[in-house]
Every structure is written in structure tokens, then in C-alpha cells.
């Protein structure tokens, strides 16, 4: 950490190691905007390693980390984090947060863009964005173990997976219709989708 830095986000990994974001404040009257550095460390302040820097993971250059998908409670040594890479998309991985070891468990079906998971912390849902025709592109899987499949969004917005079924069969999204938002469902098996909430002048964001 640099002197112009504090402590932001705190998540504990055990009942003896946690993660902590830091932020700072670019000038006097600014509220703390987060550096993107995540760090690991022990209660008492020993073991410290960067997680992530901006645009770089220590030791892995040219890579760069999104976010904590999930610290395994049930795991004292390992947490998921989705990563970025110069010619490659995201990747889920798993990171030992002693020893800094990286393990790839997923890959992004797409050269750019994100993933979603599911509540399994399986990708479900990929999306990247065509800058030469300026529209998203979409991937699914179907089942969790199975292949990524393409499909095309009928709304006018990007759509954002919020949640899938407990059975696996549908799948709730936020998505942007003539300019507002509401939630739609899809139909895993067949890629049909419905308004669940939806109005014209009321988007659901702000209920």
C-alpha cells in the first residue's frame, strides 16, 4: 500500500486470513474511489501478497484480475476469481491465497468480454462485445458440464443473467427494451424468452 491508500472491502478467507481491497481519495473533498489492488494477508499483518494490481497479477504479466467470484467458505486456502488476458477472455480460476498458485478450472468460448456464473460458481452465460458492429455477442450452456452455444439476444439492450433456476430449466435476466429495463425470463432448453416484469414508462430497477 502507498501512504494515499486505506483499506476498503474487507473478506475474510479462514478465521486467520483475509482479503482487503484499498481506495483513495484524488483530492481533498473526493469520496475513495478503489485502486483495483486486492491484498492477502494474515489478522495479525504477516504473510502479505498482492492479488491483484491494475492491468497486472504479481508474477503473471499481462494479466489482469476482475473480481472475487467467491472466497469457499468451506475452504481455508483457495478462493475463485475471474481474470482478463491480452487475446483471450475471462477465465475462472482458483488461486491459493498462501502460496499464490494459479489454477485455470474455465474458459471463456469468446477472444474478449465476461462470464456469469451460476450459484455453483459454474459459467453459465458469456458475452463480448463486437466493436465493428457495435452489438454483444452471447454463449450459453445449456446444462453445466456441458458445451457453450450460441444465441442472439431479441431485446434492443444488453441482457444481464441475474439468477437460474434451482431445476436448471429457466434463467432471469435484466434486460433493456426501447430504452427500459425490466426483467425477462429464458427458456434454457429452447432460448425462448418472456417479460416476468416489464412497463414502458416504469423500469423494474427502480421498484
Known amino acids: 500500500m502507498t501512504p494515499d491508500e486505506s ?6 478467507v479462514s478465521d486467520k486470513r483475509l482479503l482487503f481491497s484499498t481506495q483513495t481519495a484524488y483530492g481533498t473533498l473526493a469520496s475513495p474511489s478503489p485502486t483495483g489492488k486486492i491484498f492477502a494477508v494474515n489478522y ?3 504473510k502479505q501478497f498482492v492479488v491483484q494490481a491494475p492491468g497486472q497479477v504479481t508474477g503473471r504479466s499481462g494479466f489482469s484480475l476482475n473480481g472475487v467470484v467467491d472466497v469457499l467458505p468451506d475452504d481455508d486456502k483457495h478462493i475463485l476469481v475471474m481474470t482478463n488476458g491480452q487475446g483471450r477472455g475471462q477465465q475462472l480460476e482458483m488461486v491459493n491465497v498462501y502460496r499464490q498458485r494459479w489454477r485455470v478450472l474455465e474458459k471463456s468460448p469468446f477472444d474478449g468480454g465476461g462470464m456469469y456464473t451460476d450459484e455453483n460458481n ?6 463480448k462485445l463486437d466493436s465493428k458492429t457495435n452489438t454483444t455477442q452471447y454463449a450459453y450452456r445449456p446444462v453445466a458440464e456441458g458445451d457453450w452455444v450460441d444465441f442472439e ?7 444481464t443473467p441475474l439468477k437460474i433456476s434451482a431445476d436448471g430449466k429457466d434463467a432471469l435476466m435484466s434486460a433493456s427494451d426501447a430504452g427500459t429495463f425490466g426483467i425477462i425470463r429464458m427458456d434454457m432448453d429452447t ?6 416484469l416489464y412497463h414502458k414508462r416504469v423500469p423494474a430497477n427502480s421498484i
Open 7 to 12: 483499506v476498503g472491502a474487507i473478506r475474510w
Open 44 to 46: 495479525d499483518g504477516s
Open 122 to 127: 459454474v459459467p453459465r452465460f458469456a458475452f
Open 153 to 159: 439476444s431479441p431485446f434492443k439492450g444488453d441482457i
Open 191 to 196: 432460448r425462448e424468452f418472456e417479460h416476468v
